[in-house]
């Protein structure tokens, strides 16, 4: 079974307008942090927000913020007032339990923002 | 601050030939991981070191792979033989336990073509 799932393989927004990337999980481990990354065209993995398993609210970072449904298991990152330079590949990673720092990857969705 | 220094940034080489990536990690980081990007596999976990003790290599593909961490500025990932199918991007990244996400932060990965 898939431990991180992105159904969007792209995804298309005008600029200025808030865009939603969804990100649902799977894990039996109560402990478990979440991770999105940013990569633009010239390649490098840009780290852009975090959510823990025990965090009470939603993560915040600038315009980037973290729908956390615990229940549903999802982690949907949401870009808010989208500019041309988020144009790039956003993936979703989930770290399980506290006796491992390996990062499970999903496949990635691509973001394009349009004037 | 100089971030995750990856060598070369594009290798070319021919099937059967040995391939040494080189990454160094930025400085004072006690995490370092070897990631390899494919269009078909997405981006997946090869192994990490921890304090230059390797701790998982299960991704580690097969035996003509293998990474060695000889102190904690310097990695090696090399490739002997190297064959077509291991064409890809390789990303090196480093952490540091005590930062509050323990995020990790990426080079600018090698692009390997093997022919």
């Known amino acids: 079974a898939q431990k991180i799932t992105q159904t969007q393989p792209g995804m298309f927004v005008q600029e200025k307008e808030a865009v939603t990337l969804d990100c649902t999980y799977d894990?039996?481990?109560?402990?478990?942090?979440l991770f999105w990354y940013k990569q633009p065209s010239s390649g490098e993995m840009i780290f852009l927000i975090y959510?823990?398993?025990?965090?009470?609210q939603n993560a915040t970072e600038g315009r980037y913020s973290l729908n956390f449904q615990k229940a549903r298991k999802s982690a949907n990152l949401v870009i808010s007032a989208s500019q041309l330079g988020d144009s790039a590949m956003y993936f979703c990673?989930?770290?399980?339990?506290?006796?491992?720092?390996?990062?499970?990857f999903g496949t990635g969705t691509r973001l394009q923002v349009f004037p | 601050d100089a971030g995750v220094i990856q060598s070369p940034r594009h290798e070319v080489t021919e099937m059967g030939q040995e391939v040494t990536l080189r990454c160094k990690p930025i400085?004072?980081?006690?995490?370092l991981f070897w990631y390899r990007q494919t269009m078909m596999r997405g981006l997946e976990l090869l192994i990490y070191?921890?304090?230059?003790?390797?701790?998982?290599d299960s991704g580690m593909p097969e035996d003509r792979f293998s990474a060695k961490m000889p102190n904690a500025s310097f990695s090696t990932l090399k490739i002997q033989p190297s064959e077509p199918r291991d064409s890809a991007v390789y990303f090196c990244?480093?952490?540091?336990?005590?930062?509050?996400?323990?995020?990790?932060?990426f080079g600018p990965g090698t692009r390997l073509t093997v022919l």
């Open positions: 990244a480093s952490s540091f336990w005590a930062t509050t996400y323990n995020e990790q932060f």
């Open positions: 894990t039996s481990d109560p402990s478990y942090g």
């Open positions: 959510q823990g398993s025990y965090d009470q």
């Open positions: 990673a989930m770290r399980e339990g506290y006796n491992t720092d390996k990062l499970i």
């Open positions: 400085s004072g980081h006690d995490y």
């Open positions: 070191f921890n304090n230059n003790v390797p701790i998982d």
